[in-house]
């Protein structure tokens, strides 16, 4: 939705007879987070400032609140114009997968063209992080950016490689580790345009395209 400046803009494009223009990373990416796994406020933010550094990397400008029942109002006023997309924690899935080997990290609500609610599972991810021996505040970081990813690219976004990739093995694991794990230059690009900011979408990572891997994810991320 445009605010006074947006509609300004537009009044100003229609004045001079341009009216098919479309701002380059115009909003921003609003993460309201609810934690309902009441992870410890330190180890929250440590997550947290974790997952803006990997969206960050992917071209987008992020706000994080951190939505509490002492204050309802915090997350009910976006800002003018950003995308605002919902991610709560929970302890785990309120209905269980078939699969208990390879639960999932996470889940997210939509559509080819994306959605505004996601999930991610803590006991799963300390589960995996446990077994596969990297930080679980990482690997919840990581599998929050995977659902917040299909959020902004849609329900087909799963890619042969990096955040988007629909199983993480080990190999990956180890990415993740070392916080070398990437978003693919295109989705970086789709990030940047949707809410880098006004920021040029040009302005990415170098990193080799993945290929479509589209299907149910079985270890880790869905
Ligand atoms: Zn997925």
Redesign the pocket.
Same mark, same amino acid.
């Given at each position: 939705m445009f605010g006074p400046g947006g509609f300004l803009f537009s009044l100003l494009l229609a004045l001079f007879g341009i009216t098919d223009v479309r701002l380059v990373g115009a909003t921003e990416l609003d993460v309201h987070l609810h934690d309902d796994a009441g992870l410890a406020v330190a180890t929250l933010d440590g997550c947290l400032s974790q997952l803006r550094a990997i969206l960050v990397r992917a071209g987008a400008v992020i706000d994080i609140r951190v939505c509490r029942a002492e204050s309802p109002y915090s997350c009910q006023l976006p800002k003018d114009g950003a995308r605002v997309v919902d991610l709560r924690i929970l302890s785990a899935p309120r209905t269980y997968s078939r699969d208990v080997q390879h639960p999932a990290l996470g889940h997210s609500v939509v559509s080819e063209r994306g959605g505004v609610y996601a999930t991610v599972f803590l006991e799963a991810v300390q589960h995996q992080a446990s077994a596969a021996n990297v930080p679980w505040t990482v690997l919840l970081a990581y599998a929050a950016a995977?659902e917040i990813g299909?959020l902004l690219l849609g329900a087909n /976004?799963?890619t042969a490689r990096g955040v988007?990739k629909?199983s993480w093995d080990a190999q990956d694991m180890q990415a993740i580790f070392q916080n070398s794990f990437r978003f693919s230059r295109e989705q970086q690009k789709k990030i940047a345009e949707c809410c880098g900011g006004g920021r040029e979408s040009g302005r990415v990572q170098n990193f080799k395209t993945p290929g479509s891997a589209r299907g149910r994810?079985g270890a880790t /991320?869905?």
């Open positions: 995977h299909h /976004a799963h988007m629909g994810p /991320a869905d």
